[in-house]
C-alpha cells in the first residue's frame, strides 16, 4: 500500500519570501503522478501543481515549483514571493497510474499554511 | 460549466439515523469517488466507482454505503452502523488526465 507523509503540521512564512514544504511517499510501483493540493478557508481543494514520475524535470507552475527526488521517495513544494492568498492547507498526494489501484489519491495529513504581512 | 455538486452543505444528524450525501457531476467522467477530511488526518477514501453499477471499497468504508446506479450521480449514506460520523465529506470525479472535488458537505451528528 501507498503511504503519504507530511511532516510539517504548520509552517509560516512572511508575505513575499519563501517557503518549502516538505512529502516523502512510499511506494513499490515505478509509474506513479503526484499532486499538490491547496484547501483554503472555503475548503475547496484546488490543484497547485502534478509531477509525473517518469519525468525528471520538476514541475513549475508560475510562483510554485517542486523538487521531484524519485530515489529518495521526496517531493516537497516551494512556494516563492509569498502571498497572503497562499494561505491554506496544502495536501501531497500520491495516484497510482495502472492496475486495480488507478485512480485513487493518496492524501498526506496536510500542513497549514499562513502567510503573515 | 461543469463541474461536481455536493448537497447539502451542512448536514445534521441525530444519533441512530441515517443520513444520505448528494454527488452530481455533469463531466462526463467515469470514475467518482467519496473522501472523508478529519482534522489532522487529511483525506481518506471511503468508496469508489470506476463505472456504473459498479463500486469498491476504499480504506475506511465501514459504517458506509454507496450506490452508482447513473453515471452523474454517487450518493453516499453514512449508517447508524458508523460510530463516528461528525466529519468533513468530498466528493470527486477523475478522468486519466486529473481530479475535480465538489465543494463538499459538513455532516455533525447531534
Known amino acids: 500500500a501507498q503511504t503519504v507523509t507530511q511532516s510539517q503540521p504548520e509552517m509560516s512564512v512572511q508575505e513575499a519570501e519563501t517557503v518549502t514544504l516538505s512529502c516523502t511517499y512510499d511506494t513499490s510501483e515505478n509509474n506513479y503522478y503526484l499532486f499538490w493540493y491547496k484547501q483554503p478557508p472555503s475548503r475547496q481543494m484546488i490543484l497547485v501543481i502534478r509531477?509525473?514520475?517518469?519525468?525528471?524535470q520538476n514541475a513549475t507552475e508560475n510562483r510554485f515549483s517542486v523538487n521531484f527526488q524519485k530515489a529518495a521517495k521526496s517531493f516537497s513544494l516551494k512556494i516563492s514571493d509569498s502571498q497572503l492568498g497562499d494561505t491554506a492547507m496544502y495536501f501531497c498526494?500520491?495516484?497510482?497510474?495502472?492496475?486495480?489501484?488507478?485512480?485513487?489519491?493518496?492524501f498526506g495529513q496536510g500542513t497549514i499554511l499562513t502567510v503573515h504581512p | 460549466d461543469g463541474g461536481i455538486t455536493q448537497s447539502p452543505k451542512y448536514l445534521f444528524r441525530k444519533e441512530g439515523q441515517n443520513v444520505t450525501l448528494s454527488c452530481e457531476q455533469n463531466l462526463n467522467h467515469d470514475a467518482m469517488y467519496w473522501y472523508r477530511q478529519d482534522p489532522g488526518q487529511g483525506l481518506r477514501l471511503i468508496y469508489y466507482s470506476q463505472i456504473v453499477n459498479d463500486f469498491q471499497k476504499g480504506d475506511i468504508a465501514e459504517g458506509y454505503s454507496v450506490s452508482r446506479e447513473k453515471k452523474e450521480s454517487f450518493p453516499l449514506t453514512v449508517t447508524s452502523a458508523q460510530k463516528n460520523p461528525t466529519a468533513f465529506y468530498l466528493c470527486a470525479s477523475s478522468t486519466p488526465n486529473g481530479y475535480t472535488f465538489g465543494s463538499g458537505t459538513r455532516l455533525t451528528v447531534v
Open positions: 509531477q509525473e514520475a517518469y519525468k525528471q
Open positions: 498526494a500520491f495516484i497510482h497510474a495502472g492496475g486495480t489501484s488507478y485512480g485513487k489519491l493518496t
